[in-house]
């Protein structure tokens, strides 16, 4: 849920979490444009467990997405570390498909 | 591979928080060039996690408790001896020549920094804190639902539950419902009584530092007047969904009582901190364990030189102790630096010191304090089953690090455990599992932690991927 | 079992806990030989347990890329090659547990022409060992092994070489040794070896915080990788094993994509995906040891030697050179090891003549050679004979240096 009052964001971008339209707003890193849209489960464990962001500081690596910048190959980065672009593209629940 | 070819500072300070901020601005008027290296693409640390360039926000983090760090967080951005490097993370610190090689990670690539000083205030994290269930997409730190918050304007969950010993979890929670959230409980681990006799005993303490308690203070009584219960003497018991958290269940820590279940999507954890510290500790920094959370703090002399010729520490890397401690030992290790430097006299830095260590030890007793009230204790311990999850990266339960401990000869290492079970080598480092783990070994083994159970630090600090580094 | 003056008293005393150590006190005890193994620190805690658990079988590129009659020499390891083979796939049965061990194949690839026609020299090396390994050209390399990219023009291929688990083999050893009655003390280091009056040794155990004891034994064993120099001056006499320290890579894990061993004929690399689904990622690049601080000045092997990312970053390029898909993945964390090598990188096993009853077992490759050396060790010590010839790895060779040394 984004908070409403006494925010005034930015551009809106657009990106896509496998394969759907999220929409999103410069600045925001890719882990709270999804929590804001209400996607709760970002990857899948060794275990074949659902995870997702714990620490939102880089630490516990659980919200570790395969994420393509616009033209660009995918890499896999933590979501609550990696802002959103336009043109970007998110997939979930890879661990390490290569 | 680098973006920016190689730049050569004459200090190189790694994290941007307060610590960071206090020891620029000490260093403003001195004549040396510092580069300022943080993960975070804006200056503030996690306490003052900017929101976004593009947005615009009435009254950021209203508060007494921020009031001085935004003016200082002003001033840090306006000085023009700092080179302010954000969204890299510091890979590798290496001894080189005279100085320090740092090998930072960015988008573009990677690129090398050199510098003849270093100051590590690479603050703290939110100790993971285990029971059955904690790995559920919901179950998250009150640091993480804090920065969430603050930082992106974003609420964790729709029904959001605290749970720790930490009171930082009272201005979490206020801070929720004060922007639209619902916050079911706050659960504290210690009994309410066990709370406030702790507070007597440290009385004098408490009276200096009202102002912090004031905080804690009003939060309290703003929930209170909206409705939210605070409850004592409880632990999670286990976190309950199929794929996403959908309720958890309390259990009291002394007597039985049955298990009260609250629903809830968010679960923040609010268990205390552990230092920062793996650089350092890469080029074998004289450590010890930071009771009572865990975690390994960097020992440092009057000045915040580490056991390693030329690195300073500062803030929470140095023992978690809050931010004015921070402040202090930022602008302490300024003076130890520049009088290394001989941009000043050995009684001019003295002088300067004298006012700052007083108020460092006022500062110190206050951690002290803070400690001593949220301390785990057995919490920790009794909220983890066989069955819990240890390492959240590679899945070692309690049980594979027991059957380690007990079936394999003579293991006294968290190192050895570390190699026998993989707990620890995982995307996270070993950051997660590390306390819990030499707690548990130190503890099958009837001592205290020791240096030589640190798990051992390496390039990269940082998990990266291949394409930036090549 | 205590001597007249109440000492504890073995067969064999064992210095060193890692793999050939671990493995020589299975043997030993399982014969019936009283054994004490002493570690200086924790089971595996050295190279055995840092290694990358290769188990190659093919000579090294680094061994017969110059001249041959260092080729020649240091192709005597193949001599152990065969049985080590043999000694691997019998492993888990004999130990009773999963040591993680694939054996499916090895390939050593190449780029240009030169480095082919070092293929060609290594397999005409190698046959006269009796070592099978096949030439393949690209397309048939790309056949067997689609995961190497367009630049590979060829390959040696030996189908025996593959990987292990360097956390599990060792401990695993250790257990069954413990189980069979062995003696297995850690964190406690050989402070002075001297001659027993009666037969065998006297050795000066010490602990951390000072306490002492003394054992007699026998027999010594010296199996203590990179600190096996050190342990032969407590015996008298020069070992030459020198430490070099290696840096190792692991990535994520990935869904399974490498089922052999990557080496590289002019480069080097070496690629491995393991159990849990990382890639490994080496190949002899070197770390940097660190120096003591204080008197006496020099090596200081108990302290992790250092990584150069330079190093690291060149390797992770050759990688992704010969298996692009490398480039997708996260890297996890490096390490570094140090090994101990001998001046014709042959190991160095038997008894030193100059110390009746000293046997050393240190070097060359430890952990592929690991389980023979540490068997074959056993025999030797047990009944004066050997199942196979190791006379070129004696340390008689080094008698040069030691006619004036002994005990």
Redesign the interface.
């Known amino acids: 849920m984004r908070v409403r009052q006494g925010v005034k964001r930015g551009d809106t971008i657009g990106i896509r979490v496998d394969g759907a339209e999220v929409a999103a707003f410069a600045g925001e890193t890719v882990a709270a444009a999804m929590l804001a849209a209400g996607l709760r489960v970002f990857r899948h464990d ?1 275990e074949g467990f659902p995870r997702a962001p714990f620490c939102n500081m880089g630490i516990c690596y659980d919200c ?1 997405l395969e994420i393509a910048h616009k033209d660009a ?4 980065l933590r979501a609550c570390m990696t802002l959103v672009s336009p043109g970007m593209s998110v997939t979930t629940g890879c ?4 | ?1 680098s973006q920016g070819g190689q730049l050569d500072v004459d200090v190189a300070v790694i994290g941007g928080g307060p610590a960071a901020m206090a020891f620029c601005t000490a260093l403003a008027d001195t004549g040396l060039n510092i580069a300022v290296i943080d993960e975070q693409p804006r200056p503030g640390g996690q306490i003052l996690r900017q929101p976004p360039a593009d947005f615009e926000i009435d009254n950021w983090l209203p508060g007494s408790a921020y009031r001085g760090l935004k003016r200082q967080l002003a001033r840090f951005e306006a000085l023009k001896n700092v080179r302010w490097i954000g969204g890299s993370a510091v ?2 610190l ?1 001894r080189q020549f005279e100085g320090f090689e740092l ?1 930072l990670d960015g988008a573009s690539g ?1 690129r090398i920094v050199r510098a003849r000083r270093v100051l590590t205030a690479t603050g703290c994290y939110d100790l993971a804190a285990a029971f059955p269930g904690w790995t559920l997409p919901g179950v998250m730190t009150a640091g993480g639902v804090q920065t969430l918050l603050k930082s992106q304007q974003v609420l964790a969950g729709e029904r959001i539950v605290f749970c720790g010993t930490h009171p930082l979890q009272l201005i979490v929670a206020d801070q929720v419902m004060q922007n639209g959230g619902r916050v079911e409980a706050v659960v504290f681990v210690q009994s309410f009584h066990a709370a406030w006799r702790m507070m007597f005993h440290h009385t004098s303490t408490m009276l200096a530092n009202m102002d912090k308690l004031v905080d804690a203070a009003t939060a309290l009584a703003r929930l209170k007047r909206r409705g939210v219960p605070v409850r004592f003497g409880e632990v999670p018991e286990r976190a309950i969904g199929y794929d996403r958290l959908e309720g958890v269940t309390l259990r009291a820590v002394e007597g039985g009582g049955a298990p009260v279940h609250l629903t809830c999507d968010t679960l923040a954890l609010c268990f205390g901190f552990a230092p920062q510290s793996d650089l350092p500790r890469s080029l ?1 920094a004289a450590i010890a364990w930071d009771e009572p959370y865990g975690g390994w703090r960097i020992l440092h002399d009057v000045w915040m030189r580490s056991s390693v010729d030329g690195l300073f520490v500062a803030g929470e890397t140095a023992g978690v102790g809050g931010a004015q401690k921070a402040l202090i030992e930022g602008e302490l290790a300024a003076l130890g630096c520049a009088g290394d430097a001989g941009v000043l006299t050995p009684e001019e830095a003295e002088q300067r010191a004298k006012p700052l260590r007083r108020a460092h030890g006022r500062a110190l007793a206050f951690a002290a304090m803070l400690r001593a009230l949220t301390d785990p204790g057995e919490a920790l311990r009794k909220m983890v089953t066989a069955e819990t999850v240890v390492c959240r990266c590679e899945i070692v339960r309690h049980r594979d690090i027991d059957a380690a401990l007990r ?7 968290p ?2 455990v570390k ?2 079970t ?1 707990a620890g ?3 996270c ?1 070993g950051r997660n599992c590390e306390p819990a783990v030499v707690r548990q070994v130190s503890q099958s083994l009837g001592r205290l932690p020791e240096p030589q159970d640190a798990f ?1 630090a ?3 600090a940082r ?5 930036r ?2 | 079992m205590k001597t007249a003056t109440g000492n504890r008293r073995f067969d064999v005393a064992i210095i060193g806990g890692g793999l050939t150590g671990c493995g020589a006190a299975f043997h030993l005890v399982r014969k019936g030989a009283s054994v004490l193994l002493v ?1 200086r620190a ?4 050295g190279a055995s ?1 840092q290694n990358a658990g290769s188990l190659h079988f093919q000579l090294e590129r680094r061994l017969v890329e110059h001249d041959s009659a260092a080729s020649a020499i240091a192709a005597r390891t193949l001599l152990l090659s065969r049985a080590a083979i043999r000694d691997w796939r019998a492993l888990e049965a004999l130990l009773g547990t999963d040591l993680e061990v694939v054996m499916a194949g090895g390939l050593m690839v190449a780029e240009t022409a030169e480095e082919m026609a070092l293929l060609e020299r290594k397999q005409a090396l190698e046959a006269t060992y009796g070592l099978d390994v096949e030439l393949l050209d690209g397309p048939e390399a790309r056949l067997r092994a689609p995961y190497l990219s367009d630049r590979v023009i060829g390959a040696a291929f030996c189908p025996h070489e593959g990987h292990a688990g360097p ?2 083999a060792t ?1 695993a050893f ?2 069954a040794a ?1 189980a069979a009655g062995a003696c ?4 406690i280091r050989v402070g002075k070896i001297s001659r027993s009056p009666l037969k065998g040794f006297v050795l000066d155990l010490v602990e951390e915080g000072g306490r002492t004891e003394r054992v007699s034994a026998d027999i010594v064993l010296a199996a203590a990788g990179a600190w096996t120099m050190e342990v032969g001056q407590l015996a008298n006499v020069h070992l030459p094993l020198f430490p070099l320290a290696l840096t190792m890579t ?6 399974p ?1 490498i089922p052999h061993l990557v080496q590289h004929a002019g480069k080097r690399l070496s690629l491995k995906q393991t159990h ?2 990382n890639l490994l990622i080496g190949g002899g690049w070197p770390a940097r040891l660190r120096q003591r601080n204080a008197a006496p000045y020099g090596f200081d092997l108990e ?2 030697a ?4 330079p190093m ?2 060149e390797n ?2 050759i990688a ?1 050179g010969i298996v692009p ?12 090891g140090i090994v101990a090598e001998t001046p014709d990188h042959l190991p160095v096993l038997g008894e030193v003549s100059e110390v009746p009853g000293f046997y050393v077992a240190a070097g060359g490759s430890g952990f592929t050679l690991g389980p023979t050396v540490a068997r074959v060790l056993s025999e030797m010590i047990l009944t004066g004979t050997t199942s196979e010839d190791v006379s070129h790895f004696s340390p008689a060779r080094f008698g040069g240096l030691n006619s004036t040394m002994g005990l």
Not at chain 1, 73 to 76: A, D, S
Not at chain 2, 407 to 413: A, M, P, S
Not at chain 3, 250 to 255: D, K, L, N, S, V
Not at chain 3, 325 to 330: E, G, Q, R, T
């Open positions: 060794p570790l190959l995918p890499v896999r661990d390490g498909k290569v | 591979m890979l590798g290496d090998c990677t074998d079936e394999h000869v003579q293991v006294g290492r190192n050895a190699l026998l993989r080598m995982g995307g480092g051992t390496r390039f990269p998990s990266t991927p291949v394409s580094l090549i | 570690e924790q089971i595996n805690a347990g956390r599990v401990v250790a257990r413990e297995i003390t850690t964190e692991a990535t994520e894990r990935c869904a994509l849990a689904g302290r992790r250092v990584l150069r990312p690291l970053i992770l390029n992704c898909a490398v480039a997708n993945l996260n890297v996890l964390r490096t390490w570094t």
